[in-house]
C-alpha cells in the first residue's frame, strides 16, 4: 500500500468524521427546519423547545395552570400526554391525536364533557346555525377593519389560516395568559342544583375564565376580562374611536347608557331611569352564587357602559325580562308542570346561533333584527 | 340388507346435507364483509383479535368517531357509529350483518319540524344488549332511550323526551334525559346523564334517580359510562371528576378510585393532580370473572379494576396500529375479550387482555 494512498484514506476519514460532527452537534432541543405541515413553522428558527414549553412554576401566576384536563403539568403528572405525543403521534399536525385542533377539542367537547359546543343547533333543526364564529373555514373578520368598519382577513392557527379553537382559547390552561371569570356572565346549565332540588351547588358557579386567551387571535393587546374589549380585539371597526361611527360600545365615551328605564326592584314591574346592565327589563345579569353568598352587582356590571353581549347573545326574547328563577333547563320548582325558565335555550354564544348575526332576537325571528333589540335599551315611553 | 327405497332415502339426506353445506359456503363466500382485520401481535397488554373499520359498503362505509360498542348475548358485536347516526351490526367474526338508525329530531326548535320515528337516531353515544337480545340505545341530542329488537327493529322509547322525568334530568328544556350511556340489568335499565344516574324499568316506566352535580362522594361530573356488576352493583365512570364510583342498585355509595379534579372557576382551588388514577375515564364494562374494564381516553388504556376498586392493570398505548388505542371511549365485554369504540381511529376493536 503506498503513502499517496494511506494519505488519501487519513484524509477521506478525517473529512468523514468531520462532516459527522456538524451532525453529531444538531441540537434536538433546538428545531431548525419544521415545515408547514407540522403547525409549528411560525414560529422562529433556533429556539429551544423549553423556550415555548418552559418548566412550569406553580408558584409563578405567569405559568399557574389549572388541574383537570386543561393544565396541572408538573414534575410528577404526565398531562401533556392526554393530547400531545412525541413520538408515533397519529396525526402529524403538532402529534395531536386528530388531524387539526378542532377535532381534537371536540373529541370532548361534543357535549358530552360540556356544554356550549357546536352542533347543538343543527341537532334540534336539521339545518346549518343561522351565524357562527365558523371553525377552520374562513380568515375573515366581519367588521375588523379599524378604519372603514369592514371586514379584514388575518391569519390564524387554523388550516390554511383560519379560525380555529385556540385562536382564542387556551387549552394549555395557563391562568397569567387567560381572562378574569367572566362575572357579568349568566348562569350555565346543570351546575347548580341537585336532583332533588333540595339544595345548590354553590362550588359550581358560574363564573369562568373559559380558558379564553388575554390576547385572543394573536392580538397585540391584552385584556383581561371578558367584554367588549376582548371583542374588539377582533373586532376592531366595531370599538369606540375607530374610523367609523359605531353603536357606542364602550363607557370611555362621551356616551352614557345611564338613563334607562330599568325595574325599581327585582319584585317590581315598576320602572325608574339608571344605568343599563343592573335591571335592565332586557337583560338583567343573573344574581351569581359564590360560596352561598349571592350578589346582583357583578364587577362588570358596575360600568354604565353596555357590552357587546347585551345585543349580541343567544337567541331569547329581547322584549321579556331576562329573569332566571332556576338553574337553565329546570321548571320553577313552584309550577314544576310550568314552562321552562331556560331562556336562553342552547347557551353556544358565541360559538353559534340560530338568529343571524349571533344577534339577541325573539326565537324563530327571520329578521336579522327587529325593533325589539332597539327598545330593549331605547324605551319608547322615554 | 338395506332396501333399493332405503338407498335412495340414504342418498336423499346425504344431498341435502351437502346442498345445506354448498349453500353455507356460497352464503359466507357472497355476503357483505366488513371492513375488518383478523388477529395481529398483542401491543402493551392487548391482543387484537378483530379490528372493525365499518360495514365496507354503502354511501358510509367507514365508521366515524364511534363512541360504544357491545357484544350480545347473540354473539353479534353492535357498534355505536355516532357521528353517522347508526348502529352497525357484525358477527364476531367481523362479518357485517345489517345496520340500523339514520338521523331524526324528536325535541325540534318552535318552527322546525320533529323529524323523529321510531328507530331514529341523534348523536347515539351508548349502547347495551338484554338477555333476550333487546338492544337498549343512549340517544343524546333526542333525550331518550331507544329499544331495538335483535333485527334492528324499533320496539319504543323512554322517556318521553318532552316531559319532565322524575325531579329533573339534564335534557333539553329540562325535560327527557340526556343520556350518555345505557346498562340493561334483570328487569331495570341504569342510564347516565349529564350529573346523576336515573333507574327505569325495561318497558321504560320511572323507578328512581340518585347523584347530583358535583365533586363528593356519590355526586358526578359529566358520567360517560355505567355498567352493572353481577351482584347488582352499578358502576358509573365519573368522566370529568375522573374516577369510577359503585352503587347499589338503590344509590347508595360503595366506594370510588380516582379522584375528583375540578376547579372552581372562582377560587381557583387547586388539586393535586399528581396520584390521579385516571386520566378521562370515559367507558366501563364488567368482565365475566367480575373484574371492571375501566376505557381510559386520556391515558389511552385499558384500566382493569376489582370487584371493590382495585387496580389490577393498566393495558393499552397510544396509536393507530391494530391493538392500539386513539381516544378511546367505550366499551363492551363478553368472556375475556372486550370491544373497544377506538374512537378517533375511527374504527372498533376487539381485544383480549393478556394479563
Known amino acids: 500500500m503506498g503513502r499517496p494512498l494511506i494519505i488519501g484514506i487519513i484524509i477521506a476519514a478525517a473529512l468523514m468524521f468531520a462532516g459527522a460532527t456538524s451532525a453529531f452537534a444538531y441540537d434536538e432541543l433546538v428545531y431548525e427546519d419544521l415545515d408547514a405541515e407540522s403547525g409549528l413553522d411560525h414560529l422562529e428558527p433556533g429556539r429551544d423547545c423549553i423556550d415555548c414549553h418552559g418548566i412550569v412554576d406553580p408558584e409563578d401566576p405567569e405559568q399557574k395552570t389549572r388541574s383537570g384536563p386543561h393544565g396541572g403539568y408538573s414534575s410528577s403528572t404526565t398531562k401533556c400526554g392526554a393530547c400531545h405525543s412525541v413520538h408515533a403521534a397519529p396525526a402529524y399536525f403538532m402529534l395531536l391525536p386528530g388531524p387539526t385542533i378542532k377535532s381534537v377539542c371536540e373529541s370532548c367537547h361534543d357535549g358530552t364533557g360540556g356544554n356550549g359546543v357546536y352542533g347543538v343547533i343543527k341537532a334540534r333543526t336539521g339545518e346549518e346555525p343561522l351565524s357562527a364564529h365558523r371553525i377552520e373555514t374562513t380568515n375573515i373578520i366581519p367588521g375588523g377593519d379599524p378604519e372603514t368598519g369592514g371586514p379584514r382577513a388575518q391569519p390564524f392557527s387554523g388550516p390554511g389560516g383560519t379560525l380555529t379553537c385556540t385562536d382564542c382559547h387556551s387549552p394549555h390552561g395557563i391562568e397569567g395568559r387567560m381572562v378574569e371569570p367572566f362575572l357579568g356572565d349568566r348562569y350555565r346549565s346543570d351546575r347548580y342544583i341537585s336532583s332533588d332540588s333540595s339544595e345548590v351547588a354553590t362550588e359550581y358557579a358560574t363564573a369562568s375564565s373559559r380558558l379564553l386567551r388575554r390576547a385572543p387571535t394573536g392580538a397585540d393587546t391584552s385584556v383581561t376580562v371578558y367584554g367588549t374589549g376582548w371583542c374588539a380585539t377582533c373586532h376592531q371597526g366595531r370599538a369606540n374611536g375607530s374610523g367609523t361611527h359605531n353603536h357606542p360600545v364602550q363607557q370611555d365615551d362621551h356616551f352614557y347608557y345611564n338613563r334607562l328605564p330599568v325595574l325599581t326592584s327585582l319584585d317590581s314591574t315598576e320602572t325608574t331611569l339608571g344605568p343599563l346592565g343592573q335591571s335592565n327589563l332586557g337583560y338583567r345579569m343573573p344574581e351569581i352564587t359564590v360560596n352561598g353568598e349571592t350578589t346582583r352587582t357583578p364587577l362588570q356590571q358596575e360600568s354604565p357602559g353596555p357590552l357587546c353581549q347585551q345585543c349580541h347573545e343567544d337567541v331569547r326574547d329581547a322584549t321579556q325580562e331576562f329573569k332566571i328563577t332556576e338553574p337553565d333547563g329546570r321548571p320553577d320548582d313552584d309550577d314544576p308542570e310550568g314552562p321552562s325558565t331556560d331562556n336562553p335555550r342552547f347557551q353556544v354564544f358565541p360559538h353559534e346561533s340560530n338568529a343571524q348575526r349571533l344577534l339577541i332576537v325573539p326565537p324563530g325571528t327571520s329578521a336579522a333584527y327587529t325593533d325589539a333589540l332597539c327598545l330593549n335599551c331605547h324605551h319608547w315611553e322615554e | 340388507m338395506m332396501t333399493a327405497r332405503q338407498g335412495f332415502g340414504l342418498l336423499a339426506v346425504a344431498l341435502a346435507v351437502l346442498l345445506i353445506i354448498l349453500l353455507l359456503v356460497l352464503f359466507l363466500l357472497l355476503s357483505p364483509r366488513g371492513l375488518v382485520t383478523q388477529g395481529g401481535a398483542a401491543v402493551a397488554g392487548l391482543e387484537p383479535v378483530l379490528t372493525i373499520e365499518g360495514p365496507g359498503r354503502g354511501s358510509e362505509p367507514t365508521f366515524r368517531r364511534p363512541m360504544d360498542a357491545a357484544i350480545g348475548s347473540n354473539d353479534r358485536i353492535y357498534v355505536v357509529d355516532s357521528d353517522h347516526n347508526r348502529i352497525a351490526v357484525f358477527t364476531r367474526r367481523g362479518r357485517f350483518l345489517f345496520e340500523f338508525g339514520g338521523f331524526g329530531i324528536a325535541k325540534p326548535l318552535p318552527g322546525f319540524d320533529a323529524t323523529w320515528e321510531g328507530g331514529l337516531l341523534n348523536f347515539p353515544l351508548g349502547i347495551d344488549v338484554d338477555d333476550r337480545g333487546d338492544v337498549y340505545v343512549a340517544d343524546f341530542r333526542n333525550d331518550q332511550i331507544q329499544v331495538f329488537d335483535a333485527e334492528g327493529e324499533f320496539l319504543r322509547r323512554f322517556p318521553d323526551p318532552t316531559k319532565r322525568v322524575g325531579q329533573g334530568g339534564s ?51 359529566r358520567p360517560n359510562g355505567i355498567a352493572v356488576a353481577p351482584d347488582g352493583t352499578v358502576i358509573v365512570a365519573d368522566s370529568n371528576n375522573a374516577r369510577i364510583q359503585a352503587f347499589s342498585p338503590e344509590g347508595q355509595l360503595k366506594w370510588a378510585v380516582g379522584r375528583g379534579v375540578h376547579v372552581s372557576g372562582i377560587t381557583g382551588e387547586q388539586r393535586d393532580d399528581s396520584e390521579a388514577v385516571f386520566g378521562l375515564p370515559r367507558g366501563v364494562a364488567v368482565l365475566d370473572d367480575g373484574t371492571i374494564a375501566v376505557v381510559d381516553s386520556f391515558e389511552y388504556e385499558i384500566v382493569l379494576l376489582s370487584d371493590e376498586g382495585q387496580v389490577l392493570g393498566r393495558f393499552g398505548q397510544r396509536g393507530a396500529s391494530p391493538g392500539q388505542l386513539n381516544l378511546p371511549n367505550g366499551i363492551g365485554a363478553a368472556g375475556d375479550l372486550v370491544i373497544v369504540a377506538d374512537k378517533e381511529n375511527n374504527r372498533a376493536q376487539l381485544l383480549r387482555l393478556v394479563k
Open chain 2, 171 to 221: 335534557g333539553q328544556d329540562g325535560t327527557g334525559i340526556a343520556v350518555t350511556d345505557v346498562a340493561v340489568a334483570g328487569d331495570h335499565v341504569y342510564a347516565a346523564d349529564s350529573y346523576q344516574v336515573v333507574v327505569f324499568t325495561t318497558r321504560g316506566e320511572f323507578v328512581r334517580q340518585f347523584g347530583r352535580p358535583g365533586v363528593e362522594p356519590g355526586a358526578f361530573d
